[in-house]
């Protein structure tokens, strides 16, 4: 009996020993593979600071320049025979952007800067006359899939597409409301060029600029003015002089963003009462530092409130002037792009892919016809 229990014994002894340095084994791969992982890791994350880095000096020299200067998402004018060509980017749009809005900041295609897209003559019959006035939401694909083309094909409208990548409603703070010595491609300039208040030589070889010299927009039935990412990327713009405290900001309207669209409809009402003015919101965007996801419409903050205030602050004019041939498009809440549709609707947090497009324009074509044809 003693045999058979010592001998049980050293067994059971043999066996633990044995479990024991498997388990050593056993931690010594994990603690090899884990090793593995830090440096992967680590070597990974060296590359994306750099990436980051390189990112955001490229982002500071592209908005820099925005004033005068062609920027990422901006509409270059080309030399004569030459094609134009401006590449969307993330924080720069809308970048026209991109800025974004600066994200776009709120960012577009290449086009032939001397083409008037479907603008040139033909003999279509059309039902309307549609002028778009934004940054590159508007402007990006703007032959044959981009917005405008899709709601001029869906309510048969002559479009005349001013808009231009990379441009704000309001003035930067260096540019002065001074019509002799106009230099700003914003929202303002596009509305004080249609007025024939400013030289338009600033707008030569952009599309703009073709079209100011053969549109009539006497016979404009709707400008549609899309606005806002941009102001609010460029971290230069309020949204408003008025702030929440009560206190006002020592700033002319026109360099405020609900300033600058209130400035657009007030001139356009008075020159063209007829017409009726529709106003697009900004839409839901993810703000993206190279790959570093930086924070949505909801969350971002430059110091100026977030994208969503912006937009609110879209509806305010809308609400100001609604009694006065004045539409409303809430995109950040109606064009069905939000953080669950982002990846589908949005190629890199802020510009519209092309099924984006598609649900971007079908809430402005149901309200164009919906106006136009009120009884159908």
Not at 109 to 118: D, K, L
Not at 320 to 329: E, L, P, S, T
Request: a negative charge; aromatic letters at 10%; hydrophobic letters at 35%.
């Amino acid at each position: 009996m003693n045999h058979k229990e010592n001998a049980r014994r050293r067994y059971n002894g043999n066996l633990l020993l044995f479990i024991v340095m498997i388990g050593f084994c056993i931690l010594a791969v994990i603690e090899i593979i884990y090793g593995q992982v830090q440096i992967r890791m680590q070597k990974e994350r060296l590359a994306l600071e750099q990436e980051n880095h390189q990112a955001m000096q490229e982002m500071k020299a592209e908005w820099d320049q925005l004033k005068g200067g062609p920027t990422i998402g901006t509409e270059v004018p080309a030399a004569a025979g030459e094609e134009q060509s401006s590449v969307s980017e993330p924080d720069k749009t809308l970048t026209s952007s991109q800025q974004q809005s600066v994200a776009d900041p709120t960012a577009a295609n290449g086009e032939e800067a001397q083409s008037v897209s479907q603008n040139s003559v033909d003999d279509k019959e059309y039902d309307m006359q549609i002028v778009f006035m934004g940054d590159s939401i508007l402007d990006n694909e703007r032959e044959d899939h981009g917005v405008a083309s899709l709601i001029s094909d869906a309510c048969n409208a002559k479009v005349y597409n001013m808009s231009m990548g990379g441009t704000t409603a309001a003035l930067l703070p260096n540019e002065q409301y001074n019509f002799a010595t106009w230099d700003s491609r914003s929202l303002l300039g596009v509305v004080n060029a249609i007025l024939g208040n400013i030289n338009p030589s600033i707008f030569d070889g952009f599309t703009a600029g073709e079209i100011l010299k053969q549109c009539d927009f006497s016979k404009t039935d709707y400008f549609v003015i899309e606005y806002g990412i941009n102001d609010f990327l460029t971290k230069q713009i309020p949204q408003s002089r008025y702030l929440e405290n009560g206190e006002t900001l020592g700033i002319d309207d026109i360099h405020t963003y609900s300033g600058a669209l209130m400035t657009a409809v007030t001139l356009l009402r008075e020159r063209f009462p007829d017409a009726k003015i529709l106003l697009i919101a900004p839409h839901y965007c993810q703000v993206y530092n190279g790959k570093t996801f930086v924070g949505d419409s909801y969350s971002l903050n430059y110091g100026y409130g977030t994208m969503v205030e912006f937009s609110r602050c879209t509806g305010y004019v809308y609400e100001q002037n609604k009694d006065n041939n004045v539409m409303f498009y809430n995109a950040m809440e109606e064009s069905g792009i939000d953080a669950y549709t982002a990846e589908k609707y949005l190629e890199d947090g802020i510009h519209l892919s092309a099924e984006g497009r598609k649900q971007y324009a079908d809430y402005a074509i149901r309200l164009i016809m919906g106006d136009f044809y009120p009884e159908e």
